[in-house]
Nanobody, 115 residues
Framework: QVQLVESGGGWVQPGGSLRLSCAVSGSSFSMYAMDWYRQAPGKRRELVAVITRAGTTDYADSVKGRFTISRDNTKKTVYLQMISLKAEDTAVYYC?????????WGQGTQVTVSS
C-alpha cells in the first residue's frame, strides 16, 4: 500500500514562507503525477499545484508566482515552496498521487497564516 506523508506545515505571519514536503512510499514514485490540494474551513478542497511525471507544472491562479511545486524522484518526495503567504492561504494542505486508475492521499498538514 502506497503511503503519502506530508510535513512542513505550521504557523507563519503574512508575507512569510513555508516549504511543505510529501514523502511517498513504494517504488513507483517516478510514475506518479503529484498534486497539492488544500481545504480551508467550510470550503471545498481545491487544487493548488500539479507536477507531472515529466516535471511539467501548473498552478491555481491564486498561487501563481508565489508557490512552486517540485519533485525529487531519488528521494521519492514532492515539495511545495510557498512564499508571500497570505491569510487566505490558511488551510489543510494535502498531497495526492495518481497514475492511471491509481490514486492516493496523504493525511494533510495544517498551514496557518496570521499575525
Amino acid at each position: 500500500q502506497v503511503q503519502l506523508v506530508e510535513s512542513g506545515g505550521g504557523w507563519v505571519q503574512p508575507g512569510g514562507s513555508l516549504r511543505l514536503s510529501c514523502a511517498v512510499s513504494g517504488s513507483s514514485f517516478s510514475m506518479y503525477a503529484m498534486d497539492w490540494y488544500r481545504q480551508a474551513p467550510g470550503k471545498r478542497r481545491e487544487l493548488v499545484a500539479v507536477i507531472t511525471r515529466a516535471g511539467t507544472t501548473d498552478y491555481a491562479d491564486s498561487v501563481k508566482g508565489r508557490f512552486t511545486i517540485s519533485r525529487d524522484n531519488t528521494k521519492k518526495t514532492v515539495y511545495l515552496q510557498m512564499i508571500s503567504l497570505k491569510a487566505e492561504d490558511t488551510a489543510v494542505y494535502y498531497c495526492h498521487a495518481s497514475a492511471g486508475g491509481f490514486t492516493s492521499w496523504g493525511q494533510g498538514t495544517q498551514v496557518t497564516v496570521s499575525s
